[in-house]
């Protein structure tokens, strides 16, 4: 796709130049409508979930977009092109085989460069609080100390989310996992995060989850999280597209 004629608006800030874009999921659970469609095409407000996403990332100042794809690739990939104005988007191909968000990750890490970059799941929501998400991640991002650092929504302000939560969080900011099985964890990840290329070292390829980036990192003293000041929905089942649309209308 064609690279955009893009100025930087602020160009003395931290937010990293590149995103990935996770994108390439079957969207099982928000079948009827993924039957036709991948997941990031499902409109929220009248706007693909992916858009949203852009938006998102535009605003904050990232320059380039790597996105992934793999089911219904094509539609994808035509809809993208529409984005080529504000934002240089490529593509990481995974039509022979959908690698999970891990092994996602690592596919397309010769095309993230060797800088700390964004991950944000393609079916993302949030609208940002006092101050925008993303650099506010940029501004806690310490690369002496950090391998990841996760954007996290306290369980009670989890909207649509049905799990049991992911992470505690400690007083300096370090994450770790949910302690006992069955037990709520107080913290939810939002899909947003930024890591450095120096975590995703010595995998085979093939799929796995980003989890195993976050035990090394969490092993590690290095995985840290944010907590998002804003609002988040998950979007994962289409009785949620309702409940989140009446959300964002409520601010």
Request: without cysteine; charged residues 25%; proline residues 7%.
């Amino acid at each position: 796709m064609t690279r955009p004629r893009y100025i930087r608006p602020d160009p003395g800030s931290r937010v990293p130049r590149t995103a990935m874009v996770m994108a390439a999921g079957v969207g099982k659970r928000m079948r009827p409508l993924t039957a036709t469609r991948p997941k990031p095409l499902v409109e929220v407000r009248g706007r693909a979930l992916i858009d949203h996403v852009f938006d998102r990332l535009r605003a904050a100042g990232v320059e380039r977009a790597v996105v992934n794809v793999h089911y219904l690739a094509d539609a994808l990939e035509a809809h993208l092109r529409h984005r080529v104005h504000d934002i240089e988007v490529i593509v990481s191909d995974e039509r022979a085989q959908l690698l999970e968000t891990g092994g996602g990750i690592v596919r397309a890490l010769p095309l993230l460069g060797d800088e700390p970059f964004i991950v944000v799941n393609g079916d993302n929501l949030w609208l940002d609080g006092p101050t925008d998400a993303i650099r506010q991640l940029a501004d806690r991002w310490d690369d002496t100390a950090m391998d990841a650092l996760l954007l996290m929504v306290p369980y009670a302000r989890a909207h649509n989310h049905n799990g049991q939560g992911d992470f505690h969080l400690a007083a300096d900011g370090r994450i770790s996992g949910r302690r006992k099985p069955g037990r709520v964890a107080p913290f939810v990840f939002t899909g947003v995060q930024i890591v450095s290329p120096r975590l995703i070292r010595d995998w085979p390829e093939g799929p796995f989850s980003t989890n195993l980036f976050w035990n090394r990192a969490i092993e590690a003293g290095r995985a840290y999280g944010l907590v998002h000041q804003g609002l988040w929905s998950e979007v994962n089942v289409p009785g949620a597209i309702a409940r989140t649309e009446a959300l964002l209308a409520d601010g």
